[in-house]
Nanobody, 123 residues
């Protein structure tokens, strides 16, 4: 069974930064498309960023220029660097693995998920 474990969430003030990490196990990490999603209370889960195995990235418009996704295949890790955080970034952030061979931005296209890490940005 694939396991994804997120870390790095916390409480910060607006304008500050956080770095989230996701460690994957029991998969051949290097060939997988990995994504970061978030879900705020009362809202649907939404894409933050996704990254293919060869480095192609897609970002939500709301985070472009502020967030950066990267991966270290040797460490089975995908990272989300979040700068200039805003209160509207407050959510639970999830790491996810896309269904093999599928490059999509919709949550339905991801078949393994971590438990999530809370990010809270105060104003």
């Amino acid at each position: 069974q694939v396991q994804l474990v997120e870390s790095g969430g916390g409480l910060v003030q607006a304008g500050e930064s956080l770095r989230l990490s996701c460690v994957a196990s029991r998969i051949i990490f290097s060939v997988n498309i990995m994504g970061w999603y978030r879900q705020a209370p009362g809202k649907e889960r939404e894409l933050v960023a996704t990254m293919t195995s060869d480095g192609i990235t897609v970002y939500a418009d709301s985070v472009k220029g502020r967030f950066t996704v990267s991966r270290d295949n040797a460490k089975n890790t995908v990272t989300l660097q979040m700068n200039s955080l805003k209160p509207e970034d407050t959510a639970v952030y999830y790491c996810a693995r896309a269904t093999a061979g599928v490059f999509t931005t919709t949550p339905a296209g991801y078949n393994y998920w971590g438990l999530g890490t809370q990010v809270t940005v105060s104003s």
